[in-house]
Each structure stands twice: as structure tokens, then as C-alpha cells.
């Protein structure tokens, strides 16, 4: 999907897919070095011994593939990703060799009252495994513009 997205061309109910990226162990290991350097992120024997039962990502790591596959090949919202909040869940650890897309459905469009430009659409988005399993799910409240009048009256 190419075409910019404004509010106007929302629908509660619509869906959208993501490409794919695989995950590697090298991946796993180099964010958690940086952002997350818990042991059952950087060391088998420490993950085997975890109640993960071996090396997991960070959910914070599945956070950010899922935020670059967003905004490289998911729904493209004119003026950006502009978050108004949200909630995050990881059901199931990413692991070394995953596969994940992400699959986003709108879930209620609000169009501001004291913003006219604006409006607040709450997106599911669930990024899945190779085996369609989530690996996290997240609910986000994102800023989407509307379009300029003049834009309404050319695009009818």
C-alpha cells in the first residue's frame, strides 16, 4: 500500500498486512546488549534455566520490528505514525529464526471535536510468527490527519 491514508478513508473493520523479517539470533543478542541485557536475552544457559526455556527476544525488540514493519509496509497514515497511546502484550516470546508480519485492523475512528484537522484511530495491531501465532499484541490510539477541504473537494 502506497497511497497516503487520511482519516476519510478509514473504516472501522478495515485490515491491513504487513511484509515479513526474520528475526535472527545475532539480532536477539545485539538489542539486547544494548537496550535489554537481561542473562535469558544474551546467554542460552541462562535462557534454558528462564521460564523461557531458551533465548527469547525482548519484547521491547519485538516492539521495535513491529513499529519498522508498521512503517515500512503496514497502513500508511498520511502525516506518520503519531501515537496517542496504547497498550502492549507479548503472549509468546520471539525466538531465533521467527518469522513476523503484522496484521492491523482499525478499531474505532473519533474525529476530534476541537481539532478539525485531526482525529484519533485506535488500531489493533498483532505481529505474528511464521507458525500465525502472536507474538505481541498492541492496542494504539494514533493522531491521523484529515484532509484539507480543498483535498475533500478534489478527491470526490
Known amino acids: ?11 472501522v473493520g478495515q485490515k491491513f498486512t504487513s511484509e515479513a523479517e526474520r528475526i535472527t539470533e545475532a539480532d536477539i543478542l545485539a538489542f539486547a546488549e544494548q ?4 542473562p535469558f536475552h544474551l546467554n542460552h544457559e541462562a535462557a534454558k534455566a528462564s521460564i523461557f526455556g531458551g533465548l527469547a527476544a525482548s519484547g521491547w525488540h519485538t516492539a521495535a520490528l513491529s513499529m519498522r514493519l508498521n512503517v515500512t509496509s503496514g497502513p500508511k497514515f498520511a502525516g506518520g505514525i503519531i501515537g496517542g497511546g496504547g497498550e502492549i502484550n ?5 525466538r531465533p529464526g ?27 495491531i498483532n505481529t505474528m510468527n511464521q507458525d500465525g501465532k502472536a507474538v505481541q499484541t498492541a492496542k494504539m490510539k494514533l493522531i491521523v490527519p484529515r484532509r484539507a477541504p480543498r483535498e475533500l473537494q478534489e478527491s470526490k
Open 90 to 94: 507479548w503472549p509468546l516470546p520471539t
Open 98 to 124: 521467527d518469522t513476523l508480519h503484522g496484521e492491523y485492523e482499525i478499531l474505532e475512528i473519533t474525529p476530534s471535536r476541537s481539532k478539525p484537522d485531526r482525529g484519533m484511530v485506535l488500531l489493533l
Open 1 to 11: 500500500m502506497s497511497e497516503l491514508l487520511y482519516l476519510e478513508d478509514l473504516h
Open 35 to 38: 537496550f535489554d541485557p537481561q
